[in-house]
C-alpha cells in the first residue's frame, strides 16, 4: 500500500454560479485521511467545510456548483478523473456518507430496511434475503432495539436519535473504508448525541474504518478526533493532530475560537474572546488573508498578500504571515500580549 | 420556599401549563414549577428539547396564560392585571426570541421594528424617536444607517442584535431570553454573550436566560434550573450545580457534554443516560426521570418527588434525598 493515505486532496477549487455571481466557496484546499483515523473539519457555517468534503466524490449538486480545479486521490484512485457511473461504485460502497439531518435525509416514504437493504443489493450483489439478514445485523449493530421489527417501520417512527442510528447503519453497512459524517449530532439533544458519538467511536474500532467528521462544534471534535482541519473562508487556516491545535495553537483564527467557548470544567469565570466583525463574502474573496480585517495581530502584508502554508512542526501547518521568519519580533510582541486576551473580548 | 429576600422580582409558583391535543390527549409542558427571580441575577433554565423551558418562559411574559399556578412580578399575579396594568407590565418585562430569522418582520425596516416599540408606548415621536432608534443601534453595536435596511440584508449576529435593540427600546427590567445564541457560530455566540453581560451591568437588568447549552448557561447564569419533561428537578447556584450535581439527571446531563479539551474529556468519568426522554404525552408514572434512572427505586415508580431543599440554597427533586 503506498503510504498511509486513504484520501489525498490537493489543491482543490470550488465555485457555485449563481445569479448573484461566482461565490470561490473552496479556494485551493489541501487536506489529508489516514488509514483507520478521525480527522475533523472544523469552521464555522459558510468556511466551505462541507463542500470542500462533499466536492471529493460530487456530491454537490452540479450546476450551480463547479469542481475547477484540484485532484482527489482515494486509495490510490483519481476521483476527480472518474466517470459517474463509476463514482457510483465508489460512493456508498467504499465512502459513506451520514448527513447533517436525520429527519429529512432518510427516505419518508420507504420502510428504514429497505433504505439499508438499497445499498446492499446494489453494491454488494446480495441475494433479497442475505441484505435482510444483514440489515437487521445493522441495526442491532447500531444499538437499535428489537432490530426485526425495526426493519418493517418508517421514518417517522423513530425518534432523532434512532434515525440517525439508522443513517449510521445505512452508512456503515456495505463496510466502507471511509466515513464521511457531517455535522452527525447537530440538533440533537446533548444526552443522545453523547450515545451517538460513544457509537461512531467504538464502531470504529470494531470496523476499522477512517472517519472525516464535519462540525462546528469543539466538544465534539476534541472527543473523536486523531487530526484536525481548521478552515475560515474556503481555505485552510491551520492543520495538525488534535493536540498540536488544542494546545499548541498558532493561527490566530483557531487560537480565538478556543477562547471563545465556555469550558464547563473551568471554575473560574473569564469572559469570552468575541471575534469582532463577521466572516468575509465570498462573492469577493479578499486579496490578503481572509482573517486579517477580524485579526488583532494584522500586519501590513497580510491585507495584500495570502500566506502560504508554514511547517510548525510534524504534520502541524499553519497560514499566517506571523510565521514567517521576518514577522518573528511580531510575533515576541503578541506573545504577551495572546495570554490576557481571554480577558479582553467585548463586543464589537 | 425556594426565595425570602426582599428584592425577589419574579416569583412562579405552581405554574402549569397544558396543551390539549385532539379530545383526549393532554400534554403537560409545565407541570407544578416554582422558582423565583431576584433583582439583578441571571437565572438559567435548561434541559433538553421538550422539557418545557420556552413554554416556562412564554408564560412568565404572557405570550400563554397559565393552566395553573401564577406569576407574580414584583408581589403582583401578572394573570389578573388589566387594561393599562397589562401594557405597563409588558413595559417592564421583555423576550429575546431564539430564531433571529423568523423573529423579525421581513417587510419592515429595522428602524420600524425598534421603533413599534417605542410607538405601541407612545415613548418618543418624530425626530426623538429617530435618535432613540439611533441610540438603541449604537447600544447593540449596530450604527444608525442601519435603520433604514431590512433584515435580510443583516447576518445571523446582527439580526440578534436588532432582536435585543427592540427588547431594550422599552428601557425594560426584566428580559426573558429564549436560546438567544443557539442559532449563532461560536464567535458569533461570545458576541452576544458578551453584549448581554455588558448591559446587565450598564442597566441594572435582571434575565431568565434559557438555553440547552449548559457551558453557555454556567457561564451567563448565577442561578439555574434543570428541567426535565415539565418538571423543576434541581435549582442551585451555577458554581454548586456544576461542583455537585444531586439529581441523576442533571448528573448524566453534564456528563454529557463534551469538553473542547482533550486531556481534560479523556480523563472524564461518564455517567451515561440509557435511551430516551418518553413523550410528554404519556409520562411515566411516578418520577418522570425514573426510566432512565440508574438509581431508581421502587418508590420512584410510585411516587413523584417534590423538590426540597437538599443543601443550603440547593434544591433536588429525587427520592435520594
Known sequence: MAGERLLDVKNLEVSFYTYAGKVHAVRGVSFHVNRGETLAIVGESGCGKTVSVQSTIKLIPMPPGKIEGGTVLFDGKDLTAMSDRDLQSVRGAEIGVIFQDPMTSLNPTMTVGRQITEGLIKHQRLSAQEAKRRAIEMLSLVEIPNPKERFRQYPHQFSGGMRQRVMIAIALSCNPKLLIADEPTTGLDVTIQAQILDLMKSLQTKLDTSIILITHDLGVVSKLADRIVVMYAGKVAEAGTSEDIFYNALHPYTQALLKSVPRLHEETKRELLAIPGTPPDLFVPPKGCAFAPRCSYAMRVCLDHQPGDFAAGGSHTVACWLMDPRAAHVRERHAGRAEDAGARGGAS | ?321
Open chain 2, 1 to 321: 420556599m425556594v426565595h425570602d429576600t426582599q428584592d425577589t422580582v419574579l416569583e412562579v409558583v405552581n405554574l402549569k401549563k397544558y396543551f390539549q391535543f385532539g379530545r383526549r390527549a393532554v400534554l403537560k409542558a409545565v407541570d407544578d414549577v416554582t422558582f423565583s427571580v431576584r433583582k439583578g441575577e441571571v437565572f438559567g433554565l435548561v434541559g433538553e428539547s421538550g422539557c418545557g423551558k420556552t413554554t416556562v418562559g412564554r408564560t412568565i411574559v404572557g405570550l400563554y396564560s397559565p393552566t395553573g399556578g401564577k406569576v407574580l412580578y414584583k408581589g403582583e399575579d401578572t394573570s389578573r392585571l388589566k387594561g393599562a396594568e397589562v401594557k405597563k407590565f409588558k413595559r417592564r418585562v421583555q423576550m429575546i426570541f431564539q430564531d433571529p430569522y423568523a423573529s423579525l418582520d421581513p417587510r419592515m425596516t429595522v428602524g420600524d421594528i425598534i421603533g413599534e416599540a417605542l410607538d405601541i408606548h407612545r415613548l418618543a415621536r418624530g425626530k426623538e424617536r429617530l435618535a432613540r432608534i439611533h441610540e438603541l443601534l449604537n447600544i447593540v453595536g449596530l450604527s444608525a444607517e442601519h435603520a433604514s435596511r431590512f433584515p435580510h440584508e443583516f447576518s445571523g449576529g446582527q439580526r440578534q442584535r436588532i432582536g435585543i435593540a427592540r427588547a431594550l427600546a422599552v428601557d425594560p427590567e426584566f428580559i426573558v431570553a429564549d436560546e438567544p445564541i443557539s442559532a449563532l457560530d461560536v464567535s458569533i455566540q461570545a458576541q452576544v454573550v458578551n453584549l448581554l453581560s455588558r448591559l446587565r451591568e450598564e442597566r441594572g437588568l435582571t434575565y431568565i436566560f434559557i438555553a440547552h447549552d449548559l457551558a453557555m448557561v454556567k457561564h451567563l447564569s448565577d442561578n439555574v434550573g434543570v428541567m426535565y419533561l415539565g418538571r423543576l428537578v434541581e435549582l442551585a447556584p451555577s458554581a454548586e450545580l456544576y461542583k455537585n450535581p444531586l439529581h441523576p439527571y442533571t448528573q448524566g446531563l453534564l456528563s454529557a457534554i463534551p469538553i473542547p479539551d482533550p486531556r481534560v474529556e479523556r480523563e472524564r468519568k461518564r455517567i451515561v443516560l440509557e435511551g430516551e426522554v418518553p413523550s410528554p404525552v404519556n409520562p411515566p408514572k411516578g418520577c418522570k426521570f425514573q426510566t432512565r434512572c440508574r438509581h431508581a427505586k421502587p418508590v420512584c415508580r410510585e411516587e413523584d418527588p417534590k423538590l426540597k431543599p437538599v443543601a443550603p440554597g440547593h434544591f433536588a427533586a429525587c427520592h435520594l434525598y
